[in-house]
Structure formats: structure tokens, C-alpha cells
């Protein structure tokens, strides 16, 4: 985007060009979710996620939440679903899978709160929250498609 908008300062035509694109963008589902009934550990759950189809979600914002939230099969028995959401150590940022830059975070009341040390991958639960958990756990997992 970045560079779209130095464009956009050089030229007045791209700069229109740039304004409807991201308009485009703002009103359609960046992402398509598809759900993963299979409990997986988080790093099992993006291997699959790359192999068939773009990588774990990555969440835009409440919107692009409720719509994940929306593929979860209705006789899901379990308590928590993997997203690309992850950091690296205890002290790093929390970043997604797939290197997107959003900021979209929905952490339950306490959380992320590392319990024990060493919860380093972000799952959700169906209500809409966030928990920091340990990677080995098994979980489903919701993949994405960009459509873009
Ligand atoms: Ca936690």
C-alpha cells in the first residue's frame, strides 16, 4: 500500500485508481474460509493449510472474524480452533501464519497470559476469543483462500 500511495502523490489518475481498489477491498471478504474438522497440532495445521490452500486464517477484522466463525460445522464438539495467529518465542510480537500485517486481535478476558511458559499459537473459540496455547495441542483449524 505503501507504494500505491507514493504513486498516488506523483499522479493524480492512479491516486482515483488506488482509491477504488481499496474501497473494492474494504467492501468484499478479503479471505474464504474453509474449516478443518481434524485435531491437529498448530504446526501440522499449517502444513495442511499450505498444501491445500493458502495458509491457516488470517483474521482482517470483525467481520472477516464472524465469517470464520461462520464455517465452523454446527456439530463442532470442540472447544478450540487453530488460526495463523502465532509468535515466536514468549517475548516476540504475535504475527500470522501467512506474514500478513493485521492487527486484528480478540483475546478472551486473561489472555494471551502464556500459562506455563510456553504458549506461543493462538486458537479461538466459537464465541469469539482468543487463547494463547501451547503448538503441540490438538486442535481443528480453519485454513483460508485469498480471493485476491
Ligand atoms: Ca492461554
Given at each position: 500500500?505503501?507504494?500505491?500511495?507514493?504513486?498516488?502523490?506523483?499522479?493524480?489518475?492512479?491516486?482515483?485508481?488506488?482509491?477504488?481498489?481499496?474501497?473494492?477491498?474494504?467492501?468484499?471478504?478479503?479471505?474464504?474460509?474453509?474449516?478443518?474438522?481434524?485435531?491437529?497440532?498448530?504446526?501440522?495445521?499449517?502444513?495442511?493449510?499450505?498444501?491445500?490452500?493458502?495458509?491457516?486464517?488470517?483474521?482482517?477484522?470483525?467481520k472477516?472474524?464472524?465469517?470464520?466463525?461462520?464455517?465452523?460445522?454446527a456439530?463442532?464438539?470442540?472447544?478450540?480452533?487453530?488460526?495463523?495467529?502465532?509468535?515466536?518465542?514468549?517475548?516476540?510480537?504475535?504475527?500470522?501464519?501467512?506474514?500478513?500485517?493485521?492487527?486484528?486481535?480478540?483475546?478472551a478476558?486473561?489472555?494471551?497470559?502464556?500459562?506455563?511458559?510456553?504458549?506461543?499459537?493462538?486458537?479461538?473459540?466459537?464465541?469469539?476469543?482468543?487463547?494463547?496455547?501451547?503448538?503441540?495441542?490438538?486442535y481443528?483449524?480453519?485454513?483460508?483462500?485469498?480471493?485476491?
Amino acid at each position: 500500500l505503501s507504494s500505491m500511495f507514493s504513486l498516488a502523490a506523483q499522479n493524480n489518475r492512479v491516486c482515483v485508481f488506488s482509491s477504488s481498489a481499496l474501497i473494492a477491498l474494504a467492501s468484499s471478504q478479503t479471505h474464504v474460509f474453509y474449516f478443518v474438522p481434524v485435531e491437529m497440532s498448530w504446526l501440522d495445521a499449517q502444513a495442511h493449510c499450505r498444501q491445500h490452500y493458502t495458509d491457516l486464517a488470517t483474521i482482517d477484522d470483525q467481520k472477516d472474524y464472524e465469517e470464520l466463525l461462520k464455517t465452523v460445522n454446527a456439530d463442532f464438539k470442540g472447544e478450540w480452533i487453530w488460526t495463523g495467529l502465532y509468535r515466536t518465542s514468549a517475548t516476540a510480537p504475535w504475527t500470522w501464519s501467512d506474514q500478513s500485517q493485521s492487527t486484528f486481535r480478540s483475546w478472551a478476558d486473561g489472555q494471551p497470559n502464556n500459562h506455563g511458559g510456553t504458549q506461543l499459537c493462538a486458537g479461538t473459540s466459537l464465541t469469539g476469543a482468543f487463547n494463547d496455547a501451547d503448538c503441540y495441542m490438538q486442535y481443528a483449524a480453519v485454513c483460508y483462500n485469498s480471493e485476491y
